[in-house]
């Protein structure tokens, strides 16, 4: 079945790299994506990438797909305050289903 | 450009009505999908509007229903609410149906009593 997993807690303090990690089971996965939510608002895209392309760099987000063992991760470098958040990841499978992970709820210390 | 809005922000229902959430899409989509957030979890699809058609949902049972309009605005509808219908219910609009990339209203945050 379709499943989207994510570990739920992660802390880094101010100025280092976060990385969030995911692993999908679904391999006709077709687009996966990263998003952040804050409290009490809806879910911001951050970025996403193709199934077919192994790294995505965006400004301070990386995005790196293993294809072969169904696992993505997201690079934050230079994490600030302002980065915490939950991140979730979703995959684009069937043609019109997009399946979220849990959300992995990012705490940056000062 | 105008993003996704959705109305109302916050309702307070108890067991057993019905409720309407609305959602207006981004200028240019033609595609709404909804999506129920449990507290603590990830949004979970409901199902997906393209060009007033129903096209594809998700593990959810006939009491969630929904309309798309010809402006491609959208409304879910619940029936017979339970308490376990509480939740961030979200909307999201893109331009096809397929891959395109969603981008997501603030929300309808919904709690039965």
């Known amino acids: 079945g379709e499943d989207v997993e994510q570990s739920l807690f992660l802390s880094v303090r101010e100025g280092d790299s976060s990385v969030i990690n995911c692993t999908y089971t679904?391999?006709?996965?077709?687009?996966l994506y990263w998003y952040k939510q804050e409290p009490g608002a809806g879910l911001q895209l951050l970025t996403y990438?193709?199934?077919?392309?192994d790294m995505k760099q965006d400004q301070r987000l990386t995005v790196l797909l293993n294809k072969k063992d169904k696992h993505l991760s997201l690079r934050i470098a230079d994490t600030q305050t302002g980065d915490s958040a939950i991140y979730f990841c979703?995959?684009?499978?069937?043609?019109?289903?997009?399946?979220f992970g849990a959300g992995t709820r990012l705490f940056v210390k000062a | 450009e105008t993003g996704v809005t959705q109305s109302p922000t916050h309702l307070i229902k108890t067991r057993g009505q019905q409720v309407t959430l609305r959602c207006s899409s981004q200028?240019?989509?033609?595609?709404v999908s909804w999506y129920q957030q449990a507290l603590g979890q990830g949004p979970q699809f409901i199902f997906q509007?393209?060009?007033?058609?129903?096209?594809g949902r998700g593990n959810f049972p006939p009491r969630f229903s929904g309309l798309q309009f010809p402006n491609y605005s959208s409304e879910l509808d619940v029936n017979a609410l339970e308490l376990d219908d509480s939740a961030l219910y979200l909307c999201?609009?893109?331009?096809?149906?397929?891959?395109?990339?969603?981008?997501f209203g603030p929300g309808t945050r919904l709690t039965v009593l």
């Open positions: 200028s240019g989509h033609n595609t």
């Open positions: 509007y393209y060009r007033e058609e129903e096209n």
């Open positions: 999201a609009s893109s331009s096809s149906f397929g891959t395109d990339t969603q981008y």
């Open positions: 679904d391999s006709s996965s077709t687009y």
């Open positions: 990438i193709f199934s077919n392309m």
């Open positions: 979703a995959e684009t499978t069937g043609g019109f289903k997009t399946i």
